[in-house]
């Protein structure tokens, strides 16, 4: 990191929509580490919660990181843990603290686990807490999109609709879609940066242009050229390379558009100042978006 208020040194900035740095792994570096995501230019992060019990240390390292947001949730592998108490715990935080931004990781595992009545409910009575606290999910769906898209489609029909992200996408064209016309956004993680992600690849290419974003999930999945190391929020940047490529944009223009879309559904206005665009980007973008802009 350059001095104090010093610009970033690259543009425009990025946000990593989904990292957990509160994991041990991340304990005896993170100043570090955070220097290179600031170099990369990442102006904003939300963090994932995966258990209540984190929720005091995200909390303080959303202190001590001013572009830092959070989500408070309880990720369906540990559904094992939910108790009654829980959702007053999160709509607790919530009204404590307005840098909680979503509610999550919530969402169905079933590759991983078999318990799919307790995951359900879990699901439902965390859906539950973030209709009431007004604000997005973030969606963990692994090896259950079926099932999840009916659950969804029944809130939608009974009006009381889910908007948030399908974290970490890995599913098929015609699964996005689904979730799509549901309403929701696609988050790409590291997963689209592999040679062999063919199925994530294609929808990458086909996910209309203000519905993606992009993170890293870390410290899991490391983008190509890190695969196998640690992750971490920097490394977003291949993240949206590999997206550029894929959709044969500019790199400026994943970062704009997936920064901006990450705004619009966190509510980051605050902390994602887009810089004017090089003049073909700009001209591209006012033709097909008229002024989103929102800062
Ligand atoms: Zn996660």
Redesign the pocket.
């Known amino acids: 990191m350059g001095k104090a208020g010093a610009p970033p040194l690259v543009s425009p900035p990025l946000v990593d929509s989904?990292c957990?740095v509160v994991f041990e792994d991340f304990q005896g570096d993170l100043d570090t580490v955070a220097q290179r995501w600031r170099q990369q230019g990442v102006c904003a992060l939300v963090h994932?919660c995966?258990t209540p019990e984190e929720i005091p240390a995200i909390r303080q390292l959303a202190d001590r990181f001013p572009e830092l947001r959070y989500a408070v949730g309880l990720?369906p592998l540990e559904a094992g843990r939910w108790h009654e108490t829980i959702p007053n715990v999160f709509l607790e935080a919530c009204r404590q603290d307005e840098r909680v931004v979503a509610v999550g990781?919530l969402g169905l595992d079933l590759y991983k686990a078999t318990n799919v009545e307790q995951q359900v409910e879990v699901l439902e009575a965390q859906l539950d807490v973030a209709w009431e606290a007004d604000l997005p999910v973030i969606i963990?769906c692994r090896d259950a999109a079926v099932l999840l898209r009916d659950i969804l489609a029944a809130r939608r029909q009974a009006g009381r609709p889910v908007r948030g992200v399908m974290?970490?996408w890995a599913g098929t064209p015609q699964e996005m879609n689904w979730f799509l016309d549901l309403g929701l956004i696609i988050s790409f993680s590291g997963i689209v940066t592999f040679k062999n992600a063919k199925v994530v690849h294609a929808c990458a290419r086909q996910v209309p242009e203000d519905r993606y974003m992009v993170e890293t999930?870390c410290p899991?999945l490391a983008p190509t050229p890190h695969r196998g190391q640690r992750n971490e929020p920097a490394f977003v940047a291949h993240v949206a390379e590999a997206i550029a490529a894929l959709r044969q944009c500019s790199i400026a223009r994943v970062r704009q558009v997936s920064s901006r879309t990450a705004a619009r559904l966190f509510g980051l206005g605050a902390l994602v100042r887009e810089p004017p665009l090089m003049e073909k980007d700009a001209l591209a973008i006012s033709a097909s978006a008229p002024n989103t802009a929102h800062v």
């Open positions: 989904h957990h994932a995966v990720h990781e963990h974290h970490c999930d899991f």
